[in-house]
């Protein structure tokens, strides 16, 4: 029984599922995806995904479920990133022919949007990226690391910040240092592609349209628009909201809920014994916010933005054209008060500022969406408590599944998917990380230069 059809449920239950195991996937929605899902709009009817969802090269395992779930193809690929200043002056960041961890000096020697003192200061703390064991950072924060290799206030605003916060949904004075060194070390330095952005070309819910046949030829089943009532060792109580409760026995329970539900449904003395289950009851979230915007003529002209110091971070353009934009601020506490009138204001002021020809443009609708519980906090307090996926002295059998756990990764679909295939992996008789697809190999020269797989 996998307990919520999430990234993390969806990918325990395909690999269980194709290694013959009759699986049971229970989803309290009607639809499959958890936070990186479409809903439709009822104001206009169209589709939209509750936030822009990218994913890199380097997210090797999720890849690897969209190819089990054959959509690997409905993600588009870019080899650069769009980087905007007030005033609309745009700099590229884009790899070059030259080998990792050298790959993006070219164009960083030419960005305008910091000087050149900045631009030795960035060079000499991306080696000691490169050199340090992030495992010894899990305690302290990034902005600790930044401020011990002499990274200027100026700096950080303009480049650390909006990458840290994006990946991480927190901003480097909160981000555990280890989360952040990890995106740098696997994202930028790794390998030429690791930081090539993927984005699914069609609905976020569409990518997982063929995971019930995948359960079904294994004899399982998926159950949407079906609650989690109680879980126990052998037993899952779920209701569909029509008629009584029903108790389904089983061999093996993985519970992929969000962490501030597992307290709700684990049986109680499951959770007096393991330790696990009110570690995820500690868990603290970090917000974000997305908003759909649609003009009467185009705005943003190229396929993304990163909005150099801006309240919006990342802008997406959603048509050919750019006149249906995404915009994502991450990190988003001080925006989840403000009303859609206020937070369309905020964000129209932005594009303005930074695409000064959207000044003219007539803005015909607004759709802010507020995920107030978007990510765990990756903060150092929260990476020390974050659970594994199996009890480590059998507290007790059930197997935690979900991008809180300990996945050495942020909160991502990849973080996810690896704890399903973890959780998978365990059910399969094999140790946890014996499903999970294996890392990219640092380039022969990030090597040379310190960096370990
Ligand atoms: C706004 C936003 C933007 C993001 N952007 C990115 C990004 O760009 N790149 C990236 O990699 N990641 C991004 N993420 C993070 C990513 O979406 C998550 O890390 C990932 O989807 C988590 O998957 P999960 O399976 O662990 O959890 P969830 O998606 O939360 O899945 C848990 C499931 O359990 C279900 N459930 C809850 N209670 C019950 C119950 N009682 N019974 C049955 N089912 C239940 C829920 O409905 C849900 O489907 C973003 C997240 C948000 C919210």
Known sequence: MIAGGGIAGIAAGIRLAQAGAKVVVVET???????????????????????????????????????????????????????????????VVKRSFLPAPTHFSPSVAMLSFLSLNEKRLLAQCMLAIMRVDRSQWVTRTFGEFLSQHGQTDRLIRRFWEPVIV?????????????SALQVFQEGFCAARTSADIGIARVPLVMLYDSAEAVLARAGGELRLGTSVRSIGERKVTVSSGVGPDESLLCDRVICALPPERVGDVMDPQIVARDPRMGAMARITH????????????PVLL?????????????????????????????GADEWMPLSEAEITQRVLADLHAYLPGSAGATLLSSRPVKEKRATFACTPEVEQIRPPVAAPR????????????????????????RSGYMAAAVVLGKEPRGLLVPDVAPAPLARAFGLRG
């Open 29 to 91: 929605r009607k639809k499959l995806g958890g936070r990186a899902t479409s809903f439709v709009d009822v104001r206009t009817g169209q589709t939209l995904d509750n936030c822009q969802h990218v994913a890199l090269r380097c997210c090797t395992n999720y890849l690897d479920l969209l190819e089990r779930l054959g959509v690997i193809d409905e993600i588009e690929w870019h080899d650069r990133q769009f980087w905007i200043e007030r005033g609309g002056r745009t700099s």
């Open 166 to 178: 994006s990946a991480c949904n927190l901003g480097v004075a909160r981000a555990a240092a280890s």
């Open 286 to 297: 970090s917000p974000i916010l997305g908003v759909h915007l649609r003009f009467d003529r």
């Open 302 to 330: 190229t396929p993304h933005a990163v909005l150099v110091e801006g309240s919006v971070q990342w802008l997406f353009r959603k048509d050919d054209e750019g006149t249906s934009i995404h915009a994502v601020i991450s």
């Open 394 to 417: 059998g507290e007790s059998e059930i197997l935690l599944a979900g991008d809180a756990v300990q996945t050495g990764w942020p909160a991502t679909m990849e973080g996810a998917t």
